[in-house]
């Protein structure tokens, strides 16, 4: 009876030692299953945590890149401000050396012509007879060579006889009259006048016909 008992005791001890045994293993289990979903739960944390961060990065990087090209267009705007500046300037600094030098063969042309008209007048007096002289022939040979000179530089004569009067190229010294040419007309010229390029150096001193 004693060994019947004993039996029966070590039964239930082995019963209740598989019992603590399956009730620890499925503590274990419940708390494995927790820690992985806990450790699910933080990774994805993570990867959200990452996720959100990457795309701050990347837009801090393309505002970065945005300043840097607002910087590079800022600076081209300049240059070509600059650029047009300085070819502006460029015209007008040509524009300004171009007048300078356009008055000053102005005055030096103006100096000369009184040159020409003593020429001019002296071959009126010249004899016919006298007109094969050999220093009437050099005179006349200054003469062109002084007109070519000046037709070359722009200096070319003004019209005046038959021609319509113009305020802007003719003085009208004196009223004439005329059968050949009609009121308003140039019937004489007492002076030649005279331009350079396209300005006037010096005005025809005329007759109108009245």
Known sequence: MAEEKNVMNEEVETEET??????????????????????????????TEGAEEKPKKEGFFKKKKDKKDEQIEELNDRVKRQMAEFENFRKRSEKEKSMMFDMGAKNVIEKILPIVDNFERGFTTVEEADKDDAFVQGMQQVYKQLMTELESIGVTPIEAVGQEFNPDFHNAVMQVESEEYESGIVAQEFMKGYMYKDTVVRHSMVGVVS
């Open 18 to 47: 598989v019992e603590n045994t399956t009730e620890e293993v499925v503590e274990e289990s419940v708390e494995t299953e927790e820690t992985t979903e806990d450790e699910a739960v933080e990774t994805s944390e993570e990867e």
